[in-house]
């Protein structure tokens, strides 16, 4: 079945700096790609999305890259702040044979320090 | 999106006792999914489930433990019945349509403790 890697499991940034998260799935049929944040406490919430037929998708001081010969998307967030500290999951879609569901990464603990 | 509650927002329970989730969203989705999220780990689907048929589960999930009601397209419960303290963990529903460039949202999550 399909497995998402991602890495790396902890990461921890300056303000100011770039932070990027990089997963790798396994299912090449997969064709939608999102990414979640999660604060403590907290639902995640989907803050940017890629689907198969483009490789990059910017929104503000987020973007994300999908690589689908090497199946591979990363999740690049430029000017980091300390708000941005929170765990982030990657997912990437897999057809069952009735419907699609998503898969999970294990996610990112990203720390920001002020 | 859509507005998805969930119902109770959290619970601490004896083992042995049986815990029903509710999940209700404010529009009509054809899929629900029932996740589980254990402490500091990622989300693992538990089932799906959509209205009219039996949910499909996960491996290392089955029916007896985590039975699922989808009575209609914009409400769902899951049970967890005869916990553990392995159950301790949140419980999420996200709607969707079971499409591949489906966006999926989740409600608030169940925080269960079971003593």
């Known amino acids: 079945g399909e497995n998402v890697e991602q890495h790396p499991s902890t990461l921890s940034v300056q303000e100011g700096d770039s932070a990027v998260i990089k997963c790798t799935y396994s299912?090449?049929?997969?064709?939608?790609f999102p990414w979640y944040k999660q604060e403590l406490g907290k639902r995640p919430q989907l803050i940017i999305d890629?689907?198969?037929?483009?490789g990059e998708k910017k929104d503000q001081r987020i973007a994300v890259t999908l690589n689908k010969t090497a199946k591979h998307f990363s999740l690049h967030i430029t000017e980091t702040q300390p708000e941005d500290s929170a765990v982030y999951f990657c997912?990437?879609?897999?057809?069952?044979?009735?419907?699609?569901?998503?898969?999970f990464g294990a996610g990112t603990r990203l720390a920001v320090h002020p | 999106s859509a507005v998805i509650s969930q119902k109770p927002s959290r619970d601490i329970c004896q083992r042995g006792t049986s815990l029903t989730i509710q999940c209700q969203v404010d529009?009509?989705?054809?899929?629900m999914f029932w996740y589980r999220q254990q402490p500091g780990q990622s989300l693992t689907l538990i089932a799906t489930?959509?209205?009219?048929?039996?949910?499909?589960?996960e491996s290392g999930f089955v029916i007896d433990k985590f039975p699922i009601s989808r009575p209609n397209l914009t409400f769902s419960t899951l049970t967890v019945s005869n916990m553990s303290p392995e159950d301790s963990s949140i419980y999420l529903c996200?709607?969707?349509?079971?499409?591949?460039?489906?966006?999926?949202?989740f409600g608030p999550g169940t925080r269960l403790t079971v003593l």
């Open positions: 997912a990437a879609s897999t057809w069952t044979g009735g419907y699609n569901k998503l898969i």
């Open positions: 299912d090449s049929a997969s064709n939608y």
């Open positions: 890629i689907r198969s037929n483009v």
């Open positions: 529009s009509q989705v054809t899929m």
């Open positions: 489930a959509n209205q009219g048929s039996e949910a499909t589960y």
């Open positions: 996200s709607p969707g349509g079971g499409t591949s460039t489906d966006t999926q949202y």
